[in-house]
């Protein structure tokens, strides 16, 4: 039987970003990667507007609003100043940081529950593939270590 503090157990390193957008410069985020159908920075507005959503899906305020998912995606190819991108990055991480005490007040008790553990695991579905891809393109230009991980990640 799960019990009531084993949901931030559950997802504890659901959310991991692997340090991706450790020391990324603006003009990394449009990297020209020639397979890759979108770049860095579309990707990381992509994750905020999805987090949005999906958070005020977890704090019920929302409604049964659908997303448009093709309006998530950002026709801006490059952030154009560092702190633009710092900023961006504070933001994307400060949403990982709601999702996770969002997580930790999950309650049995919760009619919803089910829909929300539904959510956060799609959430972190999303945000590792997205993150994959991030990494992949910014291992194929050099900017993150393809070996020494965990001296890395450390």
Partial sequence: M???????????GSFDTFKVFYNL?????????PTSPKKIWQ????????QDY???????????????EQLSW???EQCDSQEKLDKTVSKFYNQLEC?????SLFNLQDPDLQKKLKIAQN????LSFHIGEIILMRRMTGSYP?????????
């Fill in 54 to 68: 999906q958070l005020i899906q977890l704090q019920g305020t929302g409604g049964e609003v659908e997303i448009n």
């Fill in 99 to 103: 999702i996770r005490e969002e997580i």
């Fill in 2 to 12: 799960m019990k009531q503090n084993q949901f931030e157990a559950l997802f504890s």
């Fill in 25 to 33: 410069t603006p003009q990394e985020t449009g990297c020209n990667v």
């Fill in 123 to 126: 959430l972190s579905v999303h």
């Fill in 74 to 76: 950002s026709e801006e």
């Fill in 43 to 50: 990707i990381l507005h992509h994750l905020i507007v999805w």
């Fill in 146 to 154: 393809l070996h020494q991980m965990q001296e890395f990640l450390n």
